[in-house]
C-alpha cells in the first residue's frame, strides 16, 4: 500500500505564503526553478519547452488568478513534482514484483497542522489556537 495526501506540496509552498517576494522569485526564474523542482537536467534538447509546457499546466496563459489561488496552485505543483511523480514512479517499479495499492488521500479536516502553520505564518498566539483544537 502506497499513496499521498492533496497537499503534501504544502511543506514547500508555505514558503510562498510567508513571503510573496519568495514567489516571485521563482516566477522570474520560472526555467531554473522549475528543472529543480521536478529534476529536469536543463542541458537535455527540450528542457525550455517542458518548463513551458508545466507552466501552461499549472498556470494557463488565460488564467486571471488571484493570489490565493496562485498559492493553490504552486502547493498543487509541488504536491506533484516532489510527492505524486515520485510515487508513480514507485509504483510502476514495485508492480513488477508484487500487487501494488495505491491511494490519494485528500480529506480536509479533523486534526490539523493548522494551528501550527498559522503560528510559523504569525497569524496568532500558539497557546490560544490549541485551546481552540
Not at 526555467?31 to 537535455?44: A, L, M, Q, R, V
Request: charged share 20%; aromatic share 14%; proline share 6%.
Amino acid at each position: 500500500m502506497v499513496g499521498a495526501c492533496s497537499h503534501e506540496g504544502l511543506l514547500t509552498s508555505l514558503a510562498f505564503y510567508n513571503n510573496e517576494e519568495v514567489m516571485e522569485n521563482y516566477e522570474k526564474n520560472w526555467d531554473n526553478c522549475i528543472h529543480w523542482t521536478f529534476g529536469i537536467p536543463p542541458e537535455i534538447p527540450n528542457a525550455k519547452e517542458l518548463a513551458d509546457e508545466i507552466k501552461e499546466i499549472y498556470f494557463p496563459k488565460d488564467s486571471n488568478f488571484t493570489k490565493e489561488q496562485r498559492l493553490e496552485q504552486y502547493t498543487k505543483l509541488f504536491t506533484d513534482a516532489q510527492f505524486i511523480l515520485h510515487m508513480s514512479h514507485c509504483i510502476l517499479v514495485q508492480s513488477e514484483f508484487t500487487p501494488v495499492y495505491p491511494y490519494y488521500f485528500s480529506r480536509r479536516g479533523g486534526p490539523s497542522l493548522t494551528p501550527i502553520m498559522n503560528l510559523l505564518m504569525g497569524k496568532g498566539h500558539m497557546s490560544l489556537k490549541f485551546a481552540k483544537y
